[in-house]
Nanobody, 122 residues
Framework: QVQLVESGGGLVQTGGSLRLSCAVSGRTNNIYLTAWFRQAPEKEREFVATISQDGGRTLYPESVKGRFTISRDNAKNTVYLQMDRLRPEDTAIYYC???????????????WGQGTQVTVSS
């Protein structure tokens, strides 16, 4: 089993920044991709970013490319999401997720955290 615990959410003004953290524990040696997703009220869950175990491969959708940066510190078993130039439409619950496969990096994740709320005020 793999456990994921998010932290770092909060309230920020438009144009501001936040850094989310995802602490990963358990059978981490089987993890290949760790990702961030988000879900706003009454909207479908949206892929935000993913990173490979060695940090060499990252992927973002167009909606956050150039504003969000995913990174990891394997010594701390932690994955980060640096969010800059935040917009009100970034308001959502942000979830950390992990999977043991390299296929379908935008979906089909095996393990999920509980989420952390990010609110961007206009």
């Amino acid at each position: 089993q793999v456990q994921l615990v998010e932290s770092g959410g909060g309230l920020v003004q438009t144009g501001g920044s936040l850094r989310l953290s995802c602490a990963v524990s358990g059978r981490t040696n089987n993890i290949y991709l760790t990702a961030w997703f988000r879900q706003a009220p009454e909207k479908e869950r949206e892929f935000v970013a993913t990173i490979s175990q060695d940090g060499g491969r990252t992927l973002y959708p167009e909606s956050v490319k150039g504003r969000f940066t995913i990174s990891r510190d394997n010594a701390k078993n932690t994955v980060y999401l640096q969010m800059d130039r935040l917009r009100p439409e970034d308001t959502a619950i942000y979830y950390c997720a992990a999977k043991t496969s390299s296929f379908y990096p935008r979906d089909n994740y095996d393990y999920w955290g509980q989420g952390t709320q990010v609110t961007v005020s206009s």
